[in-house]
């Protein structure tokens, strides 16, 4: 069981930067892939990015790639997710998640946080 607690949301100006952290309780944390998605109003959950947990390979959406960085610190069982350059598009409901595969579907996520709201305002 791994429970996860997102932080870091709020309000920032496009162009800025905000970074979020996810909290992961359970020893076993980094035998899981770590992944961050969003879901903006009226839209689907998307994949944003994710981190495997034994050698930190990453993978990103091509919405974000370049803007955001994902990385993750085992002996802290805790995540962040950089992100740069914000746009209005950015603004969603960010949600940490925890699996067991590299995996952009949201369906091979076991585990998932509550969300933070980050607004980006253009």
């Known amino acids: 069981q791994v429970q996860l607690v997102e932080s870091g949301g709020g309000l920032v100006q496009a162009g800025g930067s905000q970074r979020l952290s996810c909290a992961a309780s359970g020893r076993t944390f980094r035998s899981y892939v770590m992944g961050w998605f969003r879901q903006a109003p009226g839209k689907e959950r998307e994949f944003v990015a994710a981190?495997?947990?034994?050698?930190?390979?990453?993978d990103y959406a091509a919405s974000v790639e370049g803007r955001f960085t994902i990385s993750r610190d085992n002996a802290k069982s805790a995540g962040d997710l950089q992100m740069n350059s914000l746009k209005a598009e950015d603004t969603a409901i960010y949600y940490c998640?925890?699996?067991?595969?590299?995996?952009?579907?949201?369906?091979?996520?076991?585990?998932w946080g509550q969300g933070t709201q980050v607004t980006v305002s253009s």
């Open positions: 981190i495997s947990g034994p050698n930190g390979i990453t």
């Open positions: 998640a925890a699996g067991r595969y590299m995996s952009s579907l949201s369906t091979n996520y076991d585990y």
